[in-house]
């Protein structure tokens, strides 16, 4: 059973910075891409960012370019997101998603997995 678990999310005033994190148990990372995605009010959810099984490869949504890194680190089974700059409509519940093996994990599609989620609220 793969369990996701996400920390970091919070409230923060816009330009401000958070740090995300995400622990996932029941198969080990390495083989797999990794991602986050958003669901903010009202809204469907939305590819925020995405990293390769190698982290060689990232892939981001146009809102978080420049903003927004994603990193992994496969011997703590653990994939980050470092969001920047953060605005009042980057408030959403922020998931961690585990992609399905050897995808690229550039796409929705590529993602079976995803946690509860965190919240993050970015006041102006």
């Known amino acids: 059973q793969v369990q996701l678990v996400e920390s970091g999310g919070g409230l923060v005033q816009a330009g401000g910075s958070l740090r995300l994190s995400c622990v996932q148990s029941?198969?080990?990372?390495?083989?797999?891409?990794m991602g986050w995605f958003r669901q903010a009010p009202g809204k469907e959810r939305e590819f925020v960012a995405g990293?390769?099984?190698?982290?060689?490869?990232?892939y981001y949504a146009e809102f978080g370019k420049g903003r927004f890194t994603i990193s992994r680190d496969n011997a703590k089974n653990t994939v980050y997101l470092q969001m920047n700059s953060l605005k009042p409509e980057d408030t959403a519940v922020y998931s961690c998603?585990?992609?399905?093996?050897?995808?690229?994990?550039?796409?929705?599609?590529?993602?079976?997995?995803w946690g509860q989620g965190t919240q993050v609220t970015v006041s102006s």
């Open positions: 029941g198969r080990t990372v390495s083989n797999y891409p």
């Open positions: 998603a585990s992609g399905k093996r050897y995808s690229s994990g550039r796409y929705a599609d590529d993602y079976d997995y």
């Open positions: 990293i390769s099984w190698s982290g060689g490869s990232t």
